[in-house]
């Protein structure tokens, strides 16, 4: 199916391009704002929760780059003005994996911790020189691939069957939906020439931010040190 384009629209004068994928990026930035409101006084042993807050953060502020400059006002700038959101989305990937790691520490040998922490930095550098050198958006992608299906997936999945944690079985549900997210992301599911599939895949992204934030705000559930 040939994607649809969005028309601008003006509000008092001022052009807003693709205003619906404009809008919705925005709403997923607001979701993780409220998240990251939701965690910000809870403490909890380890560096898990800490790093979970830090990713809403970080992923609030790409989400309203990429909304207002990469989608809703570029034709004031050039092409090279995504690069600092796809980066800065990058780097909120790089922290929810180190949150998941950091869960999952305390049950992995040591070696293994410590070698897909320096793991989690070394993909992101080579990602992120390669994103800029060739303004391609797949290499966004490929990182955030690798985030779910090598780290955060394969680590919530394990701290879930060895200790019925339920902040992983949380995770394990915003990783379904966000799953679908990305397949739906690259195929131009378009319902309309005003909801398109990234406008889809910013809804789901939502809801990926609500299961993420219960799965913070149970990362210390009482089931934590129950092994199976």
């Known amino acids: 199916m040939e994607e649809l384009l969005q028309p601008d629209i003006y509000l008092l004068g001022i052009r807003i391009q693709e205003p619906v994928t404009t809008a919705t990026d925005v709403l997923v930035a607001l979701a993780c704002f ?10 909890t042993k380890g560096n898990a929760l800490h790093f979970l807050k830090l990713y809403f953060i970080v992923m609030a502020i790409a989400m309203l780059f990429g909304g207002l400059i990469g989608h809703g006002f570029l034709y004031l700038l050039s092409p090279e003005w995504k690069i600092p959101g796809w980066f800065i989305s990058m780097f909120s990937v790089m922290l929810i994996e180190r949150s998941s790691i950091e869960h999952s520490q305390r049950l992995l040998p ?88 990234h406008d889809f895949a910013h809804v789901l992204m939502i809801i990926t931010t609500i299961f993420f934030m219960y799965g913070g705000l149970n990362f210390d559930s009482n089931n934590q040190d129950k092994a199976i």
């Open 110 to 197: 040591p070696r293994l911790a410590k070698f897909f922490l320096a793991a989690n930095i070394i993909e992101l550098g080579i990602l992120m020189i390669v994103a800029a050198y060739t303004l391609n958006f797949l290499f966004i992608q490929i990182h955030l691939a690798y985030g779910i299906l090598a780290v955060i997936f394969p680590f919530h999945l394990y701290t879930y069957r060895k200790t019925g944690n339920k902040g992983s079985l949380f995770m394990l549900y915003g990783v379904g939906v966000l799953a679908i997210a990305a397949v739906i992301f690259n195929y131009p599911i378009v319902l309309s020439k005003w909801f398109n599939h």
């Open 34 to 43: 409220y998240a990251y409101w939701r965690l910000r006084n809870i403490k």
